[in-house]
């Protein structure tokens, strides 16, 4: 079974910068897809960043500028660097990978970008 176990999250000045972890155990043979997404309260879940196996990204316009993507294939470990954090970022931030045909999803890391 696999489980994914996300840090990083927590309060941040607007301005500021964070780096989320999210680290998947278990039975893995391969992992394709990393990513991560967010849900703001009262708001649909909205990808934010992903990247494939081989390292080909792809990020949503509203972080494009402020956000890398990254992932350590030795340690099945995808990471996300955000910068210049607004008010808007303010979400509940999930780490989803695909393992084959399986979508497994984490818990969720809370990050509040707020004076």
């Known amino acids: 079974q696999v489980q994914l176990v996300e840090s990083g999250g927590g309060l941040v000045q607007p301005g500021g910068s964070l780096r989320l972890s999210c680290a998947a155990s278990g039975t893995i043979l391969s992992i394709n897809s990393m990513g991560w997404y967010r849900q703001a309260p009262g708001k649909q879940r909205e990808l934010v960043a992903v990247?494939?196996?081989?390292?080909?990204?792809a990020v949503a316009d509203s972080v494009k500028r402020r956000s890398t993507i990254t992932r350590d294939n030795a340690k099945n470990t995808v990471y996300m660097q955000m910068n210049s954090l607004e008010p808007e970022d303010t979400a509940v931030y999930y780490c989803?990978?695909?393992?084959?045909?399986?979508?497994?999803w984490g818990r969720g890391t809370l990050v509040t970008v707020s004076s």
């Open positions: 989803k990978i695909v393992v084959g045909v399986a979508e497994i």
């Open positions: 990247i494939t196996r081989l390292g080909r990204t």
